[in-house]
């Protein structure tokens, strides 16, 4: 089965600094790999993904990920965050079949 | 109404109550899906609809008993429920089922069970 792993539960930064997620997958076939973000009292967002390609991806707000398959990673960064970044981020990752596996989520703090 | 919807928002029901959640989605998408998001728990996918048949039961404890009644609607059906069944419940849809499409999330239905 499916694991992700998200390194670091919290990641206080401060504003204008840059940022990195940590995303790790089990997998050894070809997958799909996705960052969400929640906003508070909302659902997820869509980030960015990779399907296949460039291996750098890049999504909106500023974020971008890059692929490594053989250390099969998918770390998020941003290189200036805003105080409107707070947020919780999800990665995911599916393989052939339909279901979407989910990290236990990094929450990011900005602060001023 | 754009995108995704759930209602209601916030739910509180007692262990013998019998409430539904409610998801519709207006993008025109044919797959749909229930997440559970727990407390210090990964998301955890509960049922898959694809053109309005359950595709996975993720080990779900029929206690939870969903429907999907045409492809633009979802609800969740909730009885005896337990205590550690509090949590947010999400609702996505995506353009089909397959592992290429991005699913949209509605805004989730907070449920606390006493």
């Known amino acids: 089965a499916q694991s992700v792993t998200q390194l670091d539960s919290q990641v206080p930064v401060f504003e204008e600094a840059p940022v990195e997620l940590r995303c790790n997958y089990s997998?050894?076939?070809?997958?799909?790999l996705f960052w969400y973000v929640q906003y508070p009292n909302q659902g997820l967002q869509l980030l960015l993904k990779?399907?296949?390609?460039?291996?750098l991806v890049k999504g909106i707000n500023g974020f971008e990920a890059e692929f490594n398959k053989s250390q099969t990673s998918f770390h998020l960064r941003k290189p200036s965050v805003h105080i409107s970044d707070t947020a919780e981020y999800f990665c995911?990752?599916?393989?052939?079949?339909?279901?979407?596996?989910f990290g236990g989520g990094t929450r990011v703090l900005v602060k001023p | 109404e754009t995108g995704v919807t759930q209602t209601p928002r916030h739910l509180v029901m007692g262990m013998t109550n019998k409430k539904s959640l409610k998801c519709e989605q207006h993008l025109g998408h044919n797959a749909m899906y229930w997440y559970k998001q727990s407390a210090k728990k990964p998301l955890e996918l509960m049922f898959v609809?694809?053109?309005?048949?359950?595709?996975e039961n993720n080990s779900v404890p029929s206690r939870f008993s969903p429907e999907c009644p045409n492809s633009s609607h979802l609800f969740l059906h909730l009885h005896t429920l337990q205590p550690e069944d509090s949590a947010l419940y999400l609702c996505?849809?995506?353009?089909?089922?397959?592992?290429?499409?991005?699913?949209?999330f509605g805004p989730g239905t907070r449920l606390t069970v006493t």
């Open positions: 996505a849809s995506s353009p089909d089922s397959g592992p290429y499409y991005e699913q949209y």
């Open positions: 990779y399907l296949s390609g460039s291996t």
């Open positions: 997998s050894s076939v070809s997958v799909y």
């Open positions: 609809y694809s053109l309005e048949e359950r595709v």
């Open positions: 995911a990752v599916k393989d052939a079949g339909n279901k979407l596996t």
